[in-house]
């Protein structure tokens, strides 16, 4: 072998341990006190079993400890559901001095006994430690020499407890289903799991560079994803009542350019299909009960695209966002919400500028909403100190608007919150109109159709403040969602003539003056049985307010061409064809 690195051999250690107390419903802990690849995988079985792999360079004039792995029934705990289940702890730890130590390689006391043309992987030689437990030892012809690698696999039932501690670091990977409370947690390295359904799930890295990936589903009632050193998440589907999500980063761990170094591109590589880069990406999540969903992201994190990019959710989700520098691509928002059922919180404070140059910070949207549908009596909260605010609406949404752009970043949080609480308004606003700045940034556009047209405006570009209230209303005579349909009472469905519709009788209610002429006065406040959902945005920047159908919905989403179809047609109910059956 000419111009290369000389083959080197490596040296390969396995051992296998049954676990037969490890029953549905254990609680199963592990803790490895060095570097250790974790592979978990579940199947629908009464027991367990414990591989440990350990691969060790042979090129090494020291003697290289074997690592020590100690298997014991612990006491019982008590579950989150208040069960007590049998608990069995694993633990992976470094020996002291002196004790299992391998012979040098260089010794040649072991590789001497291990024929390499005898003792393959296919034919490994079988050996006892002290305990007894027999390990299978082989060889390896390899091209580069490597460290020593340990690569544990946890063959489980899968209704387990998984408890799973990494201390010095290394990748964690659950393969299967998973059904119970789970913790997994390591100080550098990736989280991968596929399906975890339990009553309290916690996930955690503390790596910079490091990601947690749930590619099918997380599901539990109090969910925590902690990313304390930085990162991505990544998830396709989130059911929980509790939903927290932390990604916070130091200045030291930041990225702090646009375009991140070599050693750190697989953060930020596509990891399904629907994944688009964001430092939190969820495709769906579903937030049920009395809880909510928490996004945070704190510090000087760079993303390549959006800070947060939620395709679509079911309740409420807030989202806040501190000193995150502008994404790389300057035409993404910081903060995406792309279907908003139920309600949102979005606060974004202290944008830092990114690495690029040519960046425009008045031709920027920094959060990006698009509403399908609210919940009754809801408030939504929307703030920016920084960059434009865009609203889309579904045509058959209903709810109260409060725009408020304003030059003074320093008290527009504050103002955005009494205007979200207060009767009226615009006591906040004639308090607040005395702000300086630059008035030709103070813009607000409202794209508003006929039926969208209740608008009163309050203006102040001399002290640098506009602010817009009204409403909207549904007047698209578009079939009512599911979710609409759960929300509303039956006396609601007689006041919108859904009863009228549905059968010839008389409408109950008859029409008013200033329904005869089509207005809405400004005291009808009300829709489907209580105060109509209020949308708060606030921003230093600008406002556009849309509505769209939900094929218009479907080609901003991605981008296609909106002037080739009628984006704002009605929703029809046409029959199908029914073909004849073939005889």
């Known amino acids: ?36 690849a974790l592979t978990i995988q579940s199947a629908w ?63 040649g006391s072991l590789l001497d006994a291990i024929d390499l043309k005898v003792h393959d992987k296919s034919n490994p030689l079988e050996m006892k430690d002290k305990d007894g437990v027999v390990s299978q030892v082989w060889v390896e012809e390899e091209g580069n020499e490597r460290a020593s690698i340990v690569e544990l696999t946890l063959d489980v039932p899968e209704k387990v407890n998984l408890v799973c501690e990494l201390e010095h670091g290394g990748s964690i990977d659950v393969t299967n289903k998973i059904e119970g409370d789970v913790k997994l947690k390591t100080v550098g390295g990736n ?58 980063a130091t200045q ?48 000087p994190l760079q993303p390549t695209k959006r800070a947060v990019r939620i395709k679509s959710h079911h309740g409420p989700v807030l989202v806040q966002s501190s000193g995150v520098h502008r994404p790389c691509d300057e035409h993404q928002p910081l903060v995406e919400l792309g279907s908003v059922n139920g309600s949102c919180e979005v606060a974004i404070q202290d944008v830092a500028p990114s690495s690029n140059n040519n960046e425009d910070p008045d031709d920027w949207v920094a959060c990006r909403v698009h509403y399908d549908s609210i919940s009754p009596e809801s408030v939504s909260l929307i703030t920016t100190q920084l960059g434009n605010v ?20 320093t008290t527009l949080a504050d103002m955005a919150t009494r205007l979200a609480d207060e009767e009226d308004p615009e ?11 630059d008035p030709t940034r103070i813009s607000i556009t409202l794209v508003l159709t006929k039926s969208h047209s209740h608008v009163v405006s309050s203006a102040d570009q001399q002290h640098q403040l506009e602010y817009v209230e009204g409403w ?79 094929l218009g919905a479907i080609a901003r989403r991605y981008g296609l061409d909106e002037k080739g179809r009628d984006l704002g047609r009605q929703a029809t109910r046409r029959g199908r064809v029914v073909l004849p059956a073939d005889e």
């Open 191 to 248: 989280v991968r799991v596929k399906k975890l359904r339990g009553h309290s799930i916690q996930l955690e890295t503390t790596s910079h560079d490091a990601y947690i990936h749930a590619s099918d589903l997380l599901e539990a009632q109090k969910l925590s994803i902690n990313l304390s050193g930085g990162g991505r998440f990544r998830s396709k589907r989130i059911h929980g009542e509790t939903v927290d999500i932390q990604v916070v």
């Open 472 to 550: 909207v209303e549904n007047k698209s005579h578009e079939p009512d969602s599911r979710f609409e349909m759960k929300t509303r009472s039956p006396k609601d469905w007689v006041r919108s003539g859904w009863m009228e519709r549905q059968s010839s009788a008389p409408k109950l209610f008859g029409p008013t003056e200033e329904e005869e002429d089509g207005v809405t006065t400004s005291d009808d406040k009300t829709t489907m049985g209580g105060a109509r959902p209020l949308i708060v945005a606030a921003t230093v920047g600008q406002i556009s307010v849309e509505t769209l159908s939900w």
């Open 390 to 409: 865009g609203l889309t609406f579904d045509r058959k949404m209903e709810a109260d608007l409060r725009l408020l752009s304003s030059k003074d970043a």
């Open 252 to 299: 030291q761990q930041s990225l702090s350019t646009a375009q991140p170094p070599n050693n750190l591109l697989h953060v930020f590589e596509q990891l399904d299909d629907d994944d688009e880069g964001s430092l939190v990406d969820i495709s769906s999540m579903y937030v049920s009960g009395t809880g909510g969903a928490h996004v945070t992201l704190q510090g």
């Open 427 to 437: 006591l906040t606003v004639a308090g607040n109109k005395s702000s300086d700045g």
């Open 45 to 107: 079985r009464d027991d367990g079993a414990v591989t440990l792999l350990h691969s060790l360079p042979t090129g090494s004039s020291k003697k290289v400890p074997l690592v020590n792995l100690a298997v014991d029934q612990a006491d019982d705990q008590v579950t989150s559901l208040g069960r007590t289940a049998s608990h069995v702890s694993i633990s992976l730890h470094q020996p002291q001095q002196d004790e299992n130590y391998l012979p040098s390689a260089l010794d």
């Open 1 to 36: 072998m000419s111009g290369g690195s000389a083959i080197g051999r490596l040296l390969r250690l396995s051992r296998t341990v049954s676990l037969p107390s490890v029953k549905q419903g254990t609680t199963l802990s592990f803790r490895s006190r060095i570097p250790t």
